[in-house]
């Protein structure tokens, strides 16, 4: 995998198992690869893989099974979702807010592209 310099390993690879989960390449209950073999396919310290396998178990969308691995939670989607939309409006909207400011276009100017996009 490729890693942009924009953002932490650790949150890019909590994007690649989000996608995983919405694509659903890991379905629900269904155990995830373990943090050595994500670690090894990504070629990333465990250490990194292990912190973002933490931070998706604080937002219910993985479980751990003592023993056994991590799971995809019932509620992944939904939980995802929620952490996505919350990322949106606290980061990447005011970025775009700011830059929309910065290069002086105005609201009204992007309306046509956001009807276009749906």
Known sequence: MDFSE???IF???IDYCYMQI???AWETDQ???SVKELSVAMSVNNRTVLKAFEEMQEENVIYQKRGLGYFVS???RKN???VKR???FATTLPEFLNQMKTAGILPEEITPYITESK
């Open 31 to 33: 155990r995830i690869p």
């Open 22 to 24: 919405v694509a659903d």
């Open 74 to 76: 019932p509620d992944a």
């Open 11 to 13: 949150k890019q690879i």
């Open 80 to 82: 995802i979702n929620r």
């Open 86 to 88: 919350e990322e949106f």
């Open 6 to 8: 924009n953002k932490p």
